[in-house]
């Protein structure tokens, strides 16, 4: 089951801590009340999307459009030929 997000309040104080008063993750992730992998995950996802501090004039949404952006489901196509069931039910009648 997937953890929910945190909020944009806690997402942009996190970014704060890290890079206005350049604190640890340990120390970001006591202050917030978060994990320090849960940290750790949100800076990965705002270098991984180019979110820089300050924000400037970025609003919430589109920073939530960053930070998640929505996967497009890809479903390959598989090609598997029928077996040949006479073959099989000859197999499956030998002993051992």
Same mark, same amino acid.
């Given at each position: 089951?997937?953890? !929910?997000?945190? @909020? ?13 008063? *350049?604190?640890? #993750?340990? &120390?970001?992730? *006591?202050?917030?009340?978060?994990? #320090?992998? @849960?940290?750790?995950? =949100? ?6 999307? *180019?979110?820089? /501090? ?9 920073? =939530? !459009?960053?930070?998640?952006? @929505?996967?497009? &489901? ?5 090609? =598997?030929?029928?077996? #040949? /069931?006479?073959?099989?039910? #000859? !197999? ?5």
């Amino acid at each position: 089951m997937p953890q !929910e997000r945190l @909020t944009m309040r806690k997402i942009k104080e996190i970014l704060r801590l890290k890079h206005e008063a *350049g604190l640890s #993750n340990r &120390a970001i992730a *006591g202050a917030c009340k978060v994990s #320090n992998s @849960t940290v750790g995950e =949100y800076l990965r996802r705002a270098k991984a999307a *180019g979110i820089e /501090w300050p924000l400037g004039d970025i609003g919430e949404e589109e920073l =939530y !459009e960053k930070l998640f952006p @929505t996967r497009q &489901a890809v479903i390959p196509e598989r090609n =598997y030929s029928m077996p #040949n /069931w006479e073959e099989v039910h #000859n !197999e499956k009648r030998k002993k051992g």
